[in-house]
């Protein structure tokens, strides 16, 4: 399933790396449910979420000039993700 890292920028804690933000991926697999470490952080509560292993193609996250094979793979929580 394609998905887009969402491009958010919030005040407070955030374990979505800048450089994904706003780049379209692959969902890899299902890593299961996790407290959401945004809402924690804040003494908002747990909200369990399921996290996805989401690979991203090199040249989606650095350009063209990313060697044509390279990719990354990174858990996301399901909050910071949306359809691309």
Request: with cysteine; glycine share 8%; aromatic share 8%.
């Amino acid at each position: 399933e394609r998905v887009r890292a969402r491009n958010m920028h919030p005040r407070h804690h955030t374990r979505i790396p800048r450089y994904v933000r706003g780049k379209t991926g692959t969902v890899v697999s299902d890593r299961g449910v996790f407290t959401l470490p945004d809402s924690h952080a804040q003494n908002a509560g747990h909200s369990p979420q399921h996290v996805y292993a989401v690979g991203f193609a090199a040249c989606e996250l650095w350009g063209e000039d990313a060697p044509a094979r390279d990719s990354v793979v990174i858990d996301l929580w399901e909050d910071y993700l949306e359809a691309p």
